[in-house]
């Protein structure tokens, strides 16, 4: 069990550094548009690349740790990705998150504890 709630830390660690990545990325280049220069924009950002690279690692090892473990098992694991989601926005982009969003996210991982006994 230990094994499997490193491996769902990895997977969960990648998708959200994934997701910061291209937080950062969309940052640098403005105000979302369905034109050629937004997404001529974003493919000129190394964040973005570094945003795909990171996805499909957590891919990669999402399907590792698919063919060894129940889904069941595993997957209410990857809610961890809600604590990481919250202290990336926290410390990288200074967001502010209010107490009732932290209740929310430890009410979702007492579930995924329960769901994964």
């Known amino acids: 069990m230990i094994r499997l709630f490193i491996l769902v830390l990895l997977q969960a ?29 974003a493919l000129s950002t190394w964040q ?13 090892e999402w399907m590792y740790v698919l063919k060894r473990y129940d889904l069941s098992l595993a997957y209410p694991l990857t809610a961890i990705s809600f604590i990481l989601s919250l202290v990336a926005g926290a410390a990288i982009f200074h967001e502010v998150v209010p107490p009732t969003r932290w209740i929310g996210v430890v009410l979702i991982m007492a579930g995924a504890f329960l769901v994964s006994r």
């Open 13 to 41: 660690s990648l998708v959200v550094g994934a997701e910061c990545f291209l937080k950062v990325a969309l940052t640098k280049i403005g105000d979302f548009a369905w034109t050629w220069a937004f997404f001529k924009g």
């Open 48 to 60: 973005l690349y570094v945003a795909g690279i990171t996805a499909i690692a957590g891919v990669i």
